[in-house]
Each structure stands twice: as structure tokens, then as C-alpha cells.
């Protein structure tokens, strides 16, 4: 199973561009008043990763550090260091296993 994964790409924290937010509003029917808001949006959730493609093709994509990672897992993580994110899948893990 394929999954596309949101995250941020850089430094800086996780934040939707304000474009991305009214879209979403507007095509799922939500209010979020701000990306703040947003956060409690599954990263794999397809209207969100679909619209950020789309930003993310257009000539504004200079003005987000967002990025689309595809997983072969439906099961995943993100870790974060100073606002640069990862996406963590499990086999990305070196478990320590117990003998």
C-alpha cells in the first residue's frame, strides 16, 4: 500500500500556506482560521496532500518548505528537529531485539 506523506522540508516548523488552508476549507466544508489549527490533519489525509501537490507545482512553491514523501507502509512517524521533519516508516527502524 502506498501512502503520501505531507511534511516540512527544512528548517522553520510544519506550517500550511494560507492558499492551501481556503482551499481546503472550501472543498471539505471545514473553518480553519489558521494553519495553527490545521495541525490536527492527518499528514496522509489525500484532499491535504492533493492540494499541496498542487502548490507545490505552482509558481508559489519558493514561498513553502512542505514536501510529499511516498511510503510503502500505512504506518508511520515524524520525527522533528528544530522544525526540519522526517517521515519514519517502520522498516526505516534498527530494532534492538531481545534474546
Do not use: C
Not at 72 to 77: K, L
Not at 79 to 91: Q, R
Request: glycine share 6%; no cysteine.
Amino acid at each position: 500500500m502506498r501512502t503520501k506523506v505531507v511534511y516540512n522540508g527544512d528548517y522553520g516548523g510544519y506550517s500550511i500556506p494560507e492558499e492551501v488552508r481556503i482551499k481546503y476549507n472550501e472543498i471539505a466544508g471545514t473553518n480553519y482560521k489558521n494553519f495553527w489549527n490545521m495541525e490536527e490533519i492527518p499528514r496522509h489525509d489525500k484532499l491535504l496532500v492533493q492540494l499541496v501537490e498542487e502548490f507545490l507545482q505552482s509558481d508559489k512553491k519558493d514561498q513553502t518548505d512542505l514536501a510529499i514523501l511516498e511510503i510503502d507502509s500505512n504506518r508511520y512517524i515524524i520525527n522533528e528537529y528544530d522544525g526540519w521533519e522526517s517521515v519514519v516508516e517502520p522498516n526505516d527502524i534498527d530494532w534492538i531485539e531481545v534474546e
